[in-house]
Nanobody, 122 residues
Framework: QVQLVESGGGLVQAGGSLRLSCAAS????????MGWYRQAPGKQRELVAR???????NYADSVKGRFTISRDNAKNTVDLQMNSLTPEDTAVYYC????????????????WGQGTLVTVSS
């Protein structure tokens, strides 16, 4: 079994910064694309940023220039540095991976973390 655990959410004032971290655990051999999604109250879950196994990153237009996604393949982690936060960034943020390969020659698709709440006050 594999698991994603997020950390780093919390309350921050507008203009501030937060760094989210997501760690994958289990008998992991490798991980394909990793990303962050968010879901605000009353809204659908949306993509924030994704990063390929090779390090190519893509961002939602709403966060370009403010957020940076990074990953450490040796540690099986993906981080999201969020700067210049606004109240519109308030949401539950979820870590996601496309596919995790295990040492047992099994794979798991579309693995999600439990989510971490980010609240930005005005």
């Amino acid at each position: 079994q594999v698991q994603l655990v997020e950390s780093g959410g919390g309350l921050v004032q507008a203009g501030g910064s937060l760094r989210l971290s997501c760690a994958a655990s289990g008998s992991i051999l490798s991980i394909d694309g990793m990303g962050w999604y968010r879901q605000a109250p009353g809204k659908q879950r949306e993509l924030v940023a994704r990063i390929s196994s090779g390090g190519t990153a893509n961002y939602a237009d709403s966060v370009k220039g403010r957020f940076t996604i990074s990953r450490d393949n040796a540690k099986n982690t993906v981080d999201l540095q969020m700067n210049s936060l606004t109240p519109e960034d308030t949401a539950v943020y979820y870590c996601n991976v496309d596919r995790i390969w295990t040492i047992h020659r099994r794979y798991f698709d579309e693995v999600w973390g439990q989510g971490t709440l980010v609240t930005v006050s005005s």
